[in-house]
């Protein structure tokens, strides 16, 4: 079974919950970065009206891979215009299983999963499952908890 987690971060903390979860179901980890320097308040308004933007290259193939897993932050209740970029130059997905975790300060992980949801499974994928981190306990570390239970049950399957 070949997973691979593709995750965004600005500030870390996804990178952080992307790691943990990488280890425990052993995964490969793809970094989502942005193309140029960005302002954070209009990769907030993008996100918010649904829009992409450019990233750098990474692998979108998921040719050899079985299984997706998008991490994200949440913005703007929603996800950054990065991740939308990487969720519709995803190619060879069809029929393949994806599940997603959000990152946020406090609100709006169920919209945040539901707009990767959305854009994959217009891809033909199959979501699965999904689980969603609070700032304050990656800070803490009182995520890991959320994450190995997000991974026994990809662990599971
Ligand atoms: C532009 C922007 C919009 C955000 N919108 C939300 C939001 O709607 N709800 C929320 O709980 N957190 C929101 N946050 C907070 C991030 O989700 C949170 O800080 C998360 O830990 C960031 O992950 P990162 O450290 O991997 O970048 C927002 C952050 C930014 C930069």
Request: charged share 25%.
């Given at each position: ?73 949440v913005?703007?209740g ?29 609100r709006g ?49």
């Open positions: 079974m070949v997973i691979r987690i593709a995750y965004f971060s600005w500030k870390g903390h996804t990178q952080k919950v992307a790691t943990a979860l990488a280890e425990q179901v052993n995964a490969e980890l793809v970094r989502i970065e942005p193309l140029k320097e960005y302002h954070i308040a209009i990769g907030g308004m993008k996100a918010f009206l649904s829009m992409k933007s450019p990233i750098k290259p990474c692998k979108t193939d998921l040719a050899g891979i079985d299984e997706l897993i998008i991490a994200t932050p913005w703007s929603k996800v950054p215009p990065y991740v939308n970029e990487y969720c519709s130059s995803v190619t060879g997905g069809e029929g393949k299983p994806f599940h997603v975790i959000a990152e946020m300060g406090g992980s169920d919209g945040a999963i539901a707009t990767a949801k959305n854009q994959l499974e217009k891809k033909g994928m199959r979501f699965v499952s999904s689980a969603s981190t609070v700032e304050r306990d990656v800070d803490s570390g009182a995520f890991t908890a959320t994450v190995e239970k997000f991974a026994a049950g990809i662990r599971k399957k």
